[in-house]
């Protein structure tokens, strides 16, 4: 195998071997549902994957009306929020139950067939025996690349959509850009005992970074 990021690494490995990836796979699906009637048009399978990326942050759009009392003028405050987690526990759900929605124009055969709008919803059916995360720690800023040095709660297991997960591990990307940088690799052995793989140097802590990039 020629060399890649970790996670792009992970999933040819994984998918060297129908058993090995039968282990970790998942699939999402879309829903489209009428803004008029109500209606959901469609379910629709839409890919299946072995490595599940979850974004480091989101950009929200906050809306605030503000009055000008000496004028009597109303106008809109705009404001951009990243929103960021730090915890893959109480945020994992949020994304794998409704990881993005957005509004489009179809036709609607409840509404006589005409063009309404349509919420579309994408979300993930997560089926596997193995859970594999990878973290999008990079991001694009004035048009730079930038990495997100966010620390990460890991809790020892994680309950996602009824199923539980333990935490076996996660590889740690040192580096400030994606063409360059070192990988780090922690073995969980207890919530306060890992060990560390740095090349050849393995040693016992019980302490270690918390800036996962890809977890097991």
């Known amino acids: 195998l020629q060399q890649q ?43 299946s994957g072995t ?13 605030e009306k503000q009055v000008n009392e000496k004028q009597g003028k109303e106008w809109k405050k705009v404001t951009k929020v990243k929103k960021q987690f730090h915890s893959i526990g109480t945020t994992i759900a949020e994304i794998l139950e409704k990881n993005e929605d957005n509004v489009i ?26 859970l594999a995360l990878q973290l999008r720690r990079f991001g694009n800023e004035n ?3 930038i990495k997100f040095h966010d620390v990460i709660e890991l809790e020892p297991e994680i309950t996602v ?16 850009t994606t063409a360059s940088g070192h990988y780090v690799s922690y073995l969980m052995h207890s919530e306060f005992e890992y060990t560390k793989c740095n090349d050849q140097v393995i040693t016992r802590s019980a302490n270690h970074s918390k800036k996962p990039y890809v977890i097991l």
């Open 161 to 176: 959509k009824g199923k539980k997960f333990r935490l076996q591990g996660y590889i740690e990307h040192l580096g400030g």
């Open 51 to 63: 490595v599940l990326p979850l974004k480091m942050k989101n950009e929200v759009i906050i809306e």
């Open 5 to 47: 990021d970790a996670g792009e690494f992970l999933i040819k490995v994984i998918e060297l071997s129908p058993e090995l990836k039968s282990l970790f796979e998942f699939e999402s699906f879309c829903t489209y549902q009428c803004q008029s009637c109500f209606d959901i048009d469609s379910q629709t399978f839409d890919h």
């Open 143 to 145: 048009e730079k690349i």
């Open 105 to 130: 124009k179809k036709d609607c055969s409840t509404c006589g067939g005409k063009k309404v709008n349509f919420k579309k919803e994408e979300a993930f059916d997560i089926t596997p025996k193995i």
